[in-house]
């Protein structure tokens, strides 16, 4: 029997962008065996599935989360909280107050959301029994159901009234508010766990791969979210500074070069003592970055600079700039300072940033009056941006051709979806034409496929 | 395995000094009972290269240690023919010339072979602990030459053929996840995360080494290093910078720590300059470091 459930967790991390080897599902299962799995506590289960399976920092809260949804949740916590909810339904039924939704009265609920008492709420959202059958379709409609039936729109209601009649201080609104929309994110999931457990397994997985840390939108992360997928962005930028290049020196290990040690073999008579040994040099690649910093892509612009920033720490040869409406050569402010730091003052950095909106037809201008001249063969040319020119007259795609043809490659790497790119204001498809390759990178699973890709 | 054996295991531990999470000993139990390699992640100064000791000395097994670096390579791991010995060994047989087949041979024996760490664990009689340390330091390439021996515990040497296991050792690599290793590795290799102990953990291991620790500064200490912890720092402080500084705490005679102590001495936790200074700053905040005292 847990080999099968085994099996089907692995089917769906394999759908869900993690890879899992048979040898490793094997593993699992001997694992298991050799725990005597009656004595296993579910804990235990999660740790030794990512331990076997999953294999990274997340792994265990991943796993539990999936193990969740695709059975039940956890029986001890909703056990404790429905006992909590059914006492104080039971006495506050005694003394005859309203009730709300389906069953807990209007006033207990009032008072679970003033003074923060979330595991009521909890307890109540998974205490219904709420058929979700005719909804499963549309989100929307499912969410303002749940909504009613579990009294949020009354509670919701009762408090603006008791802020709008003074009733209530403005702190204690703005932490209602917060209840509130806990309450609502508590919906969301249960909404998403009865789906997940009533459709397809199609679904299952597309849910699963959107919590994929490493399959999630630089411009959907949270913030836990983004500190994980900073750690990995790092990893890659990191690859790519590391590679090795094609000519040689004279090294401690390596290949063996037989004339210079026969030629080092005269100074001992002729007895080749020492071998002469030659390695690959690292090379030093030649590239410029320029990141597009513009409020449409500001969280993907944090993965870029990020990525900027480590590369630059290890190649020499290479420029950055940053721009919305104007170019700005950041090489040297990087170099000065820390990540953090770098990161956290860019906003006094002045000359990017003019309008709010990007303009990539001046941007593209101005490369091509001050930095273009500098551009050799043997540079490559990074942009980082989403292509949107917001509607301005100049867009900069004649100079895109110079640049294409001054510098070794020209790629460009968008954070947005492909079928996005000719639509409105975002002029990629024309860019298109003088790049040599045009990438989506929205996430990091792109990102590293396009490292892959020049590598 | 029952659970027993795990507490026995957590016990056996902690009499070599170290103090285990329920994980950490059912994941060793089981590399052991499967003979595969454990792989630890986490950052620096969580204790990993301190648990591979440990364990080798409950099992009274050998700790062999491979330190990994940037551009380290098998003649460095596994084996490496000494070319001057083959040379010298050449040159004294010079005057009665064998014949080549019977030289070649001669020369590619074990005399001639230096063992280096991998080689030295799987050819021992007695099985060892292997610990290959920071292996996120070494460069790609070098992770495919442990694929041979972590999965079927033998190694190829071209001249002489293929050397396997007289005992199969206990295999683990920590890596500081500074980059990810390839899934060929990870497949055969059982994971393990470990991070900073939590504030319990932290107050147990500084008991283990000062029995005689008074239990407002143990509170205080694992309070403020948790803090410290929880900023944006170059470099946090480390367990066994964090045992440091209570030895020196409980040297100085001191009983409860305040912000004067915390100030004086916080240079032996944080080894930045921009990291002190921070922290030096934070604690003259009243809030900040506050809520140390009643922890």
């Known amino acids: 029997m847990v080999e099968y459930i085994i099996l089907d967790i692995a089917r769906i991390l394999r759908k869900s962008g993690i890879y899992v080897g048979t040898g490793e599902i094997a593993d699992c299962i001997n694992a298991l065996k050799l725990l005597d799995t009656g004595k296993v506590d579910k804990y235990r289960f999660y740790n030794l599935l990512n331990a076997a399976m999953v294999k990274t920092e997340w792994g265990t809260g991943y796993i539990q989360w999936l193990v969740e949804l695709f059975f039940e949740p956890d029986s001890e916590v909703t056990a404790d909280r429905g006992q909590v909810l059914s006492m104080q339904v039971f006495s506050a039924m005694e003394t005859g107050l309203g009730r709300a939704g389906k069953g807990a009265p209007v006033n207990l609920l009032v008072e679970a959301v003033l003074k923060k008492n979330v595991e009521l709420i909890y307890a109540l959202v998974k205490g219904y029994d709420l058929s979700l059958d005719s909804l499963l379709e549309n989100r929307e409609e499912a969410l303002a159901k749940f909504k009613l039936e579990t009294g949020w729109l009354e509670v919701s209601e009762a408090v603006e009234n008791y802020y709008a009649q003074g009733h209530i201080s403005t702190e204690e609104y703005e932490s209602a508010l917060e209840v509130l929309e806990e309450w609502n994110t508590l919906i969301m999931e249960e909404i998403e766990r009865l789906q997940a457990k009533t459709m397809s397994r199609e679904y299952l997985t597309q849910i699963m791969r959107t919590h994929n840390p490493r399959c999630i939108n630089f411009l959907e992360a949270d913030d836990f979210q983004i500190s994980q997928m900073a750690r990995e962005v790092q990893k890659l930028a990191k690859k790519l500074a590391v590679r090795k290049g094609r000519r040689r020196k004279a090294g401690t290990k390596g290949e063996i070069n037989l004339s210079r040690s026969i030629k080092r073999a005269v100074q001992t008579g002729g007895i080749p003592f020492r071998l002469v040994k030659m390695d690959r040099k690292p090379s030093k690649p030649d590239i410029w970055l320029l990141c597009d910093m513009s409020n449409s892509v500001r969280k993907f612009s944090y993965f870029m600079l990020l990525f900027v920033y480590t590369v630059q720490k290890h190649y020499s040869n290479i420029k950055s700039f940053i721009f919305v409406d104007n170019l700005l050569e950041v090489t040297d402010y990087f170099k000065e300072q820390d990540l953090d730091s770098a990161l956290d003052n860019l906003g006094s950095l002045k000359g990017y940033n003019l309008t709010g909106f990007s303009h990539y037809g001046n941007v593209l201008h101005q490369f091509k009056a001050h930095d273009l001249a500098l551009l050799n063969k043997n540079t490559t040319v990074l942009i980082l941006g989403d292509a949107k020119n917001n509607w301005n007259k100049t867009d900069g795609s004649e100079v895109l051709e110079k640049i294409s043809e001054s510098a070794a490659a020209l790629y460009w790497l968008n954070p947005m979806a492909v079928d996005l790119w000719s639509q409105k204001d975002c002029l990629m498809e024309k860019y298109r034409k003088s790049c040599t390759g045009v990438y989506q990178c929205s996430n990091i699973e792109q990102l590293e496929q396009f490292i892959y890709h020049i590598l | ?295």
């Open chain 2, 1 to 295: 395995m029952a659970l027993t054996e795990l507490e026995e295991l957590k016990q056996g531990l902690k009499r070599q000094g170290y103090i285990a999470d329920d994980n950490t000993a059912m994941i060793l139990r089981l590399s052991v009972l499967m003979n595969k390699p454990v792989l630890i992640e986490g950052p620096a100064g969580a204790g990993k290269t301190e648990l591979a000791k440990a364990w080798s000395q409950y099992l009274d097994r050998k700790l062999i240690r491979l330190q990994c670096y940037e551009g380290i390579d098998e003649s460095k791991a596994l084996y490496e023919w000494n070319y001057q010995k083959q040379l010298l060994y050449i040159q004294a047989q010079g005057s009665d010339m064998k014949k080549w087949s019977d030289m070649s041979k001669s020369i590619y024996t074990g005399e001639f072979l230096l063992e280096r760490p991998l080689l030295k664990a799987i050819s021992s009689e007695k099985a060892c602990v292997l610990l290959i340390d920071e292996i996120d330091k070494s460069d790609e390439e070098f992770e495919s030459f442990l694929l041979e021996i972590l999965s079927d515990w033998q190694i190829s040497i071209p001249e002489t053929g293929t050397v396997t296991a007289a005992s199969i050792p206990s295999v683990i690599l920590t890596s500081n996840n500074t980059r990810n290793l390839s899934h060929a590795l990870r497949r055969r290799c059982f994971y393990l995360y470990l991070d900073y102990p939590n504030e319990q953990r932290e107050l147990d291991i500084l008991r283990l080494y000062f029995p005689e620790l008074k239990e407002t500064l143990g509170r205080q200490a694992v309070a403020f290093v948790r803090r410290l912890r929880l900023e944006k720092l170059k470099k946090h402080p480390s367990i066994s910078e964090v045992i440091d500084w209570v030895s020196v705490l409980s040297r100085m005679g001191i009983e409860e720590l305040s912000d004067d102590v915390a100030v004086n001495t916080v240079n032996i936790l944080l080894k930045y300059r921009e990291d002190c200074q921070k922290i030096i700053e934070k604690v003259s905040q009243r809030d900040w470091f506050g809520g140390i005292h009643n922890p």
